[in-house]
């Protein structure tokens, strides 16, 4: 594990991208349906407990959420997306902040799209997608919970989303990942490290959908 992971810390929160940090170095963002798990993945995958507030409350996360991990790579935790229970305006302003980010956010270098592998591929699921490949960023699917599944319906799901997913922009890649069990944990961090260009290689190819 890149030991710099270890050492992310949170840096600040904005509603809109005119109170983000600095648009410089290079960050990889996460977004998932409220519930997949976004939270508990970020905290695995640093291997911290309270890096990301995690919570039973679907849409917590309101914000751009900006984790440091040296000078120049950061971590952003996009709004949790989905069944949260707010208004349908408050709902679109989320979506919207979401959009602007990813078409104009000069520093993202990567999205990570959580969904959990009991119900992949939801409506805005795909959409979130569809505005990763809008924006031509490397993608990493990580199908949730994969704790919750036996091998062999791992296996399954895993081919059946391959299937579905056409035409994602080069270098992304599909993971089964549970943070109870770590699962598919040092493969998500060496693509984050890859994107993030924290070392000189990335497993990204090793596990491409395509």
Same mark, same amino acid.
């Given at each position: 594990?890149?030991?710099?992971?270890q050492?992310?810390?949170?840096?600040? *929160?904005?509603?809109?991208?005119?109170?983000a940090?600095?648009?410089?170095?290079a /960050?990889?963002?996460?977004?998932?349906?409220?519930?997949?798990?976004?939270?508990?993945?970020?905290?695995?995958?640093?291997?911290?407990?309270?890096? *990301?507030?995690?919570?039973?409350?679907?849409?917590?996360?309101?914000?751009?959420?900006?984790?440091?991990?040296?000078?120049?790579?950061?971590?952003?935790?996009?709004?949790?997306?989905?069944? +949260?229970?707010?208004?349908? *305006?408050?709902?679109?302003? %989320?979506?919207?902040?979401?959009?602007?980010?990813?078409? /104009?956010r000069?520093?993202?270098?990567?999205?990570?799209?959580?969904?959990?592998?009991?119900?992949?591929?939801?409506e805005?699921?795909?959409?979130?997608?569809? %505005?990763?490949?809008?924006? /031509?960023?490397?993608?990493?699917?990580?199908?949730?919970? +994969?704790?919750?599944?036996?091998?062999?319906?791992?296996?399954?799901?895993?081919?059946?989303?391959?299937?579905e997913?056409?035409?994602?922009?080069?270098?992304?890649?599909?993971?089964?990942?549970? +943070?109870?069990? +770590?699962?598919?944990? /040092?493969? *998500?961090?060496? %693509?984050?490290?890859?994107?993030?260009?924290?070392?000189?290689?990335?497993?990204?190819?090793?596990?491409?959908?395509?």
């Open positions: 594990m890149n030991p710099v992971f050492r992310a810390h949170f840096l600040s *929160a904005a509603s809109g991208l005119d109170h940090p600095t648009d410089q170095g /960050e990889v963002a996460f977004a998932g349906r409220s519930n997949a798990g976004k939270s508990s993945a970020l905290n695995a995958l640093c291997h911290q407990n309270r890096l *990301a507030r995690t919570s039973k409350t679907p849409g917590r996360t309101q914000q751009l959420v900006f984790f440091q991990l040296n000078d120049a790579h950061r971590l952003v935790d996009l709004p949790g997306y989905g069944f +949260a229970k707010v208004s349908v *305006a408050i709902k679109a302003g %989320w979506q919207q902040l979401m959009a602007n980010y990813l078409a /104009e000069q520093s993202l270098r990567g999205l990570v799209v959580l969904m959990d592998i009991r119900h992949p591929l939801t805005v699921d795909r959409q979130m997608l569809a %505005w990763g490949q809008d924006a /031509e960023l490397p993608l990493l699917i990580l199908l949730t919970k +994969a704790d919750k599944l036996k091998r062999g319906a791992i296996d399954k799901t895993l081919h059946q989303v391959r299937r997913l056409t035409g994602l922009p080069d270098g992304s890649a599909l993971l089964a990942f549970s +943070a109870l069990r +770590a699962i598919g944990i /040092e493969a *998500a961090q060496a %693509w984050v490290s890859g994107q993030l260009a924290l070392h000189s290689s990335s497993l990204a190819h090793n596990h491409s959908p395509t």
